[in-house]
């Protein structure tokens, strides 16, 4: 069976952007995070979507995978490229470190984004917990949760006002630093994460940094937010809210935050979709006469016409008392199952008009007495 391709795995083209690759990544990693979806195989589903992201975001190991595959240019001789799942080089003796000379060639997972370009802030995962009936009607809630916010004293720059960061000393702005190193294959030259700017390009000196955030630009915060849940919302949904993640970097926006839904069983309903359906007992005369019944909606209570003859079991729709679509277009339907009630103790006159009825549809029916209790009680009956 042939492998899926990181393409496949994130639901995209093999020329989408990085941006319609990252739209589709953090759509899928918030639908399959641990932390939210626990059924089975969703873990690692959630890793498949990692590696595709990291491998398609890097434009190196992007055009080393668009050629090779993901089992890397030495597929045919059946070892792994290292980075992409497979095994490396270390499985033989004294070439352990073969892939991670090639893992620096080709990046070695790190990012060739620009590190002084906005970079937008984390997005976050908020779980709430509906009342049947909020969900069905919607409701404006206050949340509170903790985020990385932009500092307000140095408006995420990491100086004190009136200072600025600096072109860092170590890598020159770039970022990065080159590395040599001597290996078999002879001198290889590598970059590698400045450990000083961590790769932005500027470093704030100790006297400069904001005495808020200590240099980081963020702060710690609980952040209550106004929330507008919208009728008809079901359990398992999830309602994006920009804006509303962590702060960003470089002057980047902030990330977004993704609330999922849980929503509370009801006793009285149960919720397919935009419809509801529920169960209602009636009695043995108004099935064979009809009647009019009331009966309990999302909505409010409705009156439901029985027909004469009505069987056991059989479904009513009531239109439009069900749940409200999320378009705002209207409401689903209610169904009702009607249960009908056999009597189990019937008193002499309710038994004789029995025995008449079915005397009058042309039965023989002798009638069972159920012991001492019912002659018991027909004999107060008679008096």
Do not use: W
């Not at 020329?15 to 932390?35: C, F, G, M, T, V």
């Not at 090779?68 to 792994?80: E, I, R, T």
């Not at 993704?258 to 149960?270: A, D």
């Not at 009019?292 to 008392?321: C, M, W, Y």
Request: hydrophobic share 30%; glycine share 14%; charged share 25%.
């Amino acid at each position: 069976m042939a492998e899926e391709s990181y393409y496949d795995i994130l639901g995209v083209k093999k020329d989408a952007s990085e941006q319609e690759i990252n739209r589709a990544y953090r759509k899928l990693a918030a639908k399959y995070h641990p932390d939210v979806n626990h059924a089975p195989g969703a873990e690692e589903k959630f890793k498949k979507i990692n590696e595709a992201h990291e491998v398609l975001t890097d434009p190196q190991k992007r055009a080393q995978y668009d050629q090779f595959g993901s089992a890397g240019p030495n597929a045919a001789g059946g070892q792994g490229f290292g980075g992409f799942g497979g095994q490396g080089f270390g499985g033989a003796q004294g070439f352990s470190d073969f892939s991670d000379i090639f893992g620096d060639i080709f990046g070695g997972g790190r990012s060739r984004r620009d590190p002084t370009a906005p970079q937008q802030g984390r997005d976050l995962q908020y779980t709430m917990t509906l009342e049947f009936m909020d969900a069905i009607n919607g409701k404006e809630t206050e949340i509170k949760y903790h985020r990385e916010a932009e500092c307000d004293v140095c408006h995420g720059s990491g100086a004190k006002p009136g200072k600025s960061p600096v072109t860092c000393h170590e890598c020159q702005g770039r970022g990065y630093i080159l590395r040599q190193r001597q290996t078999m294959m002879g001198m290889m030259q590598s970059q590698e994460t400045c450990p000083v700017c961590h790769g932005t390009g500027k470093e704030i000196k100790p006297e400069d940094q904001c005495t808020k955030c200590h240099g980081t630009g963020h702060v710690a915060e609980r952040h209550a937010l106004k929330v507008k849940v919208p009728a008809g919302v079901d359990d398992g949904q999830q309602m994006r809210l920009q804006g509303q993640g962590e702060a960003g970097t470089n002057g980047g926006p902030y990330g977004d935050l993704y609330i999922v839904f849980r929503v509370t069983p009801s006793r009285e309903f149960k919720r397919d979709g935009s419809n509801i359906f529920v169960d209602r007992d009636i009695s043995f005369s108004q099935a064979a006469l009809g009647d009019k019944i009331k009966v309990k909606t999302v909505h409010g209570n409705v009156d439901l016409k029985i027909p004469a003859g009505t069987q056991s079991e059989t479904n009513f729709r009531l239109r439009g008392q069900g749940v409200p679509h999320l378009n705002g277009k209207g409401n689903g339907d209610e169904h009702v199952r009607i249960h009908v009630k056999t009597p189990k103790n019937l008193n002499k006159r309710q038994r004789e008009a029995m025995m008449a009825f079915a005397a009058a549809s042309g039965e023989d029916v002798k009638g069972v007495k159920n012991g001492f209790f019912d002659k018991l009680k027909d004999a107060f009956d008679e008096k």
